[in-house]
């Protein structure tokens, strides 16, 4: 019970002296450009613990290694040199394109404000009956157990992929991690490598793993927007138990709790035309008898649908409400159509 002294955290449930709790961004600042103006927050709901651990394991990662953090660098919501911020743990880049380059993998990196490509070392594997390359890191294949394209064409199935700057250390290297995975490798010519020139103007395919940490990621999005809009002591309700435990400690319920559609959240908007490049947040009551939702959409690209409560059995009230956070104007307004 909140008194003027304390305060519930809505994610830990726990009560704890007013000066244990955090101002907390209902949208993280992370996903903000710099200059950005007054935003919304939550006062005296989640504490400085959990605010802490959330801000580690979740946003950390939904802005650096997910679909959105590379869309922070198109749209340049943090400044220029953040390329370096990336990881790669769930997106991946891929040149696109036929074969032999197709699928050739690479990294994002900064040079005097714009975002170039740097090719990494890596071997590719043509398998039996197929004309297209696998391409294995040369960091993967450092992992004894890591798996290797099989089985192989019996003709040119290898090539070893790398920047024109390779040195012969690192072509021995890699010849010797062959080795290890079984695999004979016996090029053709002088060299091993296939000197990979990077163009301006090819084409990357990017892939993302949205796995739960990011699910958790943008579900705690959701969350903090119901407790903005309906109160602390509505979002502590035991109904909203099983979305509250999968945020804050991992827990899956019997149920998807995110669900990722193209369906864009603004009427008139389709899945090639956004009338804005900011973030939407909505809440409210869906179709389906007493299901609480919400619907995140970071710069209005996907769709992220938060069940939220499948079924609420208590008084029913008005919880119907949408922000749009502009990151062209830097401010944040109400969706009045809602």
């Not at 830990?12 to 200059?35: N, T």
């Amino acid at each position: 019970m909140e008194t003027s002294n304390s305060a519930v955290c809505i994610y830990c449930l726990q009560e704890k002296p007013v000066g244990s709790f955090d101002r907390e961004h209902v949208l993280p600042r992370a996903l903000l450009p710099e200059g950005f103006g007054q935003s919304l927050t939550l006062i005296r709901m989640v504490c400085r613990d959990c605010n802490h651990y959330l801000g580690a394991k979740l946003v950390s990662y939904l802005s650096h290694d997910s679909f959105e953090a590379v869309l922070r660098l198109k749209y340049g919501v943090r400044g220029p040199g953040k390329a370096s911020d990336l990881k790669y743990d769930r997106i991946e880049f891929r040149l696109a394109g036929p074969a032999p380059w197709g699928g050739v993998r690479m990294h994002l990196r900064d040079e005097q404000g714009r975002l170039m490509r740097d090719v990494l070392p890596q071997v590719g594997f043509r398998r039996e009956g197929e004309t297209c390359w696998t391409y294995v890191l040369v960091s993967e294949l450092r992992e004894p157990k890591h798996p290797v394209p099989a089985p192989l064409a019996r003709e040119r199935s290898i090539q070893v992929v790398a920047t024109p700057e390779v040195t012969a250390d690192e072509i021995d290297e890699i010849l010797e991690l062959l080795a290890t995975h079984g695999v004979t490798f016996h090029p053709e010519g002088e060299s091993p490598v296939y000197p990979y020139r990077l163009g301006d103007q090819e084409d990357l395919d990017l892939t993302c793993d949205f796995d739960v940490i990011l699910q958790r990621g943008v579900a705690y999005i959701a969350f903090n927007y119901l407790a903005y809009v309906a109160c602390s002591e509505f979002a502590r309700r035991p109904d909203f138990n099983a979305v509250r435990e999968f945020i804050r400690y991992g827990t899956k319920p019997d149920y998807q709790i995110v669900d990722v559609t193209d369906t864009p959240v603004l009427f008139g908007d389709t899945p090639t035309l956004r009338q804005t490049n900011g973030h939407l947040v909505t809440v409210g009551w869906s179709d389906d008898v007493g299901a609480l939702s919400s619907s995140v959409s970071l710069f209005n690209h996907l769709t992220y649908r938060i069940t939220l409560c499948r079924r609420f059995p208590g008084i029913w009230r008005p919880v119907r409400s949408g922000h749009h956070f502009d990151i062209d104007n830097k401010q944040v307004c109400r969706m009045g159509y809602l």
